[in-house]
């Protein structure tokens, strides 16, 4: 089906043709903006004849994680692509202190498909990134340095996004 045959399908209230024509081939590309409404995803499902769910994604992000992103990215680069039944198995056993915080956020990407009735036994996960959050609130500290110096202690953040995806 042709880009404009999706976009009539798509226009809406203050969405015109021209608008969803741009808006589908942003999507195409993977630039989600503007971001699709499930109303969106809907209209796309029924104009391709396919479930709402296989063009649907969930996320779930974990904000200011207290641990750096490096040592967070360790973590993630072990599941992406993975089925979430492998993701968690690979959690489970691995002994870093972000595994559990990767874990809490796949366990909710999960139960947010699963609330929106997708087949939780078909889901992989598509994407997962971690970004800096920068230095953590209130842990201004400082370590005294020879000659009456201060060096600042910095304890950093960050933030873990996982994406699952309906294969």
Request: aromatic share 6%.
């Amino acid at each position: 089906m042709s880009v404009d045959g999706l976009a009539g399908h798509l226009a809406r209230g203050a969405f015109d043709r021209q608008k969803a024509a741009a808006a589908i081939k942003n999507w195409q590309k993977g630039l989600f903006k503007p971001e699709p409404r499930p109303e969106d995803i809907r209209r796309l499902a029924t104009a391709l004849s396919v479930e709402a769910n296989d063009l649907t994604d969930w996320r779930s992000s974990y904000r200011y994680a207290p641990m750096s992103a490096r040592k967070a990215r360790l973590v993630t680069q072990l599941i992406v692509g993975r089925s979430v039944q492998d993701a968690l198995d690979i959690m489970k056993f691995t002994s870093k202190r972000a595994a559990s915080m990767v874990d809490k956020v796949l366990k909710s990407a999960v139960a947010d498909a699963d609330e929106q009735q997708a087949d939780t036994d078909r889901l992989y996960v598509s994407s997962a990134r971690v970004d800096d959050a920068g230095v953590r609130i209130g842990t201004k500290r400082f370590i005294a340095k020879d000659r009456g110096r201060a060096h600042p202690i910095q304890k950093k953040a960050c933030h873990i996004h996982v994406t699952v995806t309906q294969a």
